[in-house]
């Protein structure tokens, strides 16, 4: 009996066996490595983990930097695209790794904001090892409660 061949189905399962053949992989050689950070092009910078939320008046983004230095990170924003980057520094002494789940290296991730914000009022937080930087959304796109009156 004749089937009639559908590309997109089989594009699907080679596209399922590829991601489970990197996965193995990684989790094989690094398995922290596929969770928390990924590698990011050519330059080798590795890509931190953000959350991204809103309340009415500002947006948060929060980014996870292991054992980096206030005085490393740099915060930067430019138009609609925010862009965080630091640097965590090798542990320095005599000892051998058990195990190793944070590299030292550049952390950066760039991200585009889903909202205008008033860039001069923007502040960052490091603490615990998250930068919570808070973006004060300008007039324009803050919730306004309308009230209703009668005719």
């Known amino acids: 009996m004749l089937e009639r061949w559908e590309p997109v189905r089989e594009i699907r399962a080679l596209q399922r066996m590829v991601d489970e053949l ?18 990011a092009g050519p330059t080798g910078e ?12 500002d947006l948060f983004c929060q980014f996870i930097i292991p054992a980096a230095k206030p005085e490393d990170i740099s915060v930067d924003l430019t138009g609609d695209t925010l862009t965080v980057r630091a640097e965590v520094k090798p542990v320095e002494g005599d000892m051998e790794w058990l195990r190793r789940e ?11 904001l889903p909202f205008p914000v ?12 998250v930068l ?5 959304k300008v007039a324009e796109v803050r919730r306004r409660a309308i009230k209703v009156q009668t005719a």
Do not use: C
Request: avoid cysteine.
């Open 22 to 39: 990197i996965d193995e992989t990684f989790r094989t050689l690094a398995p922290s490595f596929t969770f928390r950070y990924r590698v």
């Open 46 to 57: 590795q890509v931190m983990p953000v959350n991204m939320y809103h309340t009415a008046d």
């Open 102 to 112: 944070w590299l030292p290296g550049i952390y950066s991730r760039t991200i585009s």
């Open 118 to 129: 008033e860039a001069d009022k923007v502040e960052a937080r490091y603490e615990n090892g």
């Open 132 to 136: 919570t930087v808070r973006l004060p």
